[in-house]
C-alpha cells in the first residue's frame, strides 16, 4: 500500500471515535479494516481511486455534525449520487446492499457499551 494509505486508515479510524455513534463506529471500523486490507497489495493504477473516495468520506465525516438528526444538514452520511450509482458492478450493488443492511440493522439495534 502507498505511504499515504496508513495515515489515512487511522484518519478514519480517528474520525469514527469522534463522529459515529459507538453502534455505527463499530461497523465503520471493521468496514474500512476489510477495505484498506483487501487493497494492501493492490496495483498501483487502483489505488489512486481508492484513495480518492476514502479521503473525500474523511471530508464529510470532519464536517460532519454528530448531533445532527438523520437527514438534516450536518448530519452523518449522504446518498450517493445517481451517476456514481450508476457506475456500480453488480458485486460493488450487492456489497452496498450488504452495508446497508448491516447499517440499518445497527440503527435499530445500538449495541451496549458505547454513546448512542
Known amino acids: 500500500m502507498a505511504p499515504a494509505g496508513p495515515a489515512l486508515y487511522r484518519t478514519i ?19 474500512v479494516r476489510e477495505e484498506f486490507r483487501k487493497h494492501a497489495k493492490t496495483d498501483a493504477k487502483w489505488l489512486g481511486a481508492f484513495f480518492t473516495e476514502w479521503r473525500a468520506y474523511a471530508g ?8 445532527a ?9 449522504a446518498d450517493l449520487a445517481p451517476d456514481a450509482l450508476r457506475a456500480l458492478t453488480d458485486e460493488q450493488r450487492q456489497m452496498l ?20
Open 69 to 77: 438528526p438523520a437527514g438534516a444538514a450536518g448530519a452523518v452520511g
Open 97 to 116: 446492499d450488504k452495508l446497508k443492511a448491516e447499517a440499518d440493522e445497527a440503527w435499530r439495534t445500538p449495541a451496549a457499551g458505547g454513546a448512542a
Open 60 to 67: 464529510t465525516l470532519e464536517r460532519a455534525d454528530p448531533a
Open 13 to 31: 479510524l480517528r474520525l469514527h471515535r469522534t463522529k459515529l455513534p459507538f453502534h455505527l463506529r463499530r461497523l465503520g471500523d471493521a468496514y
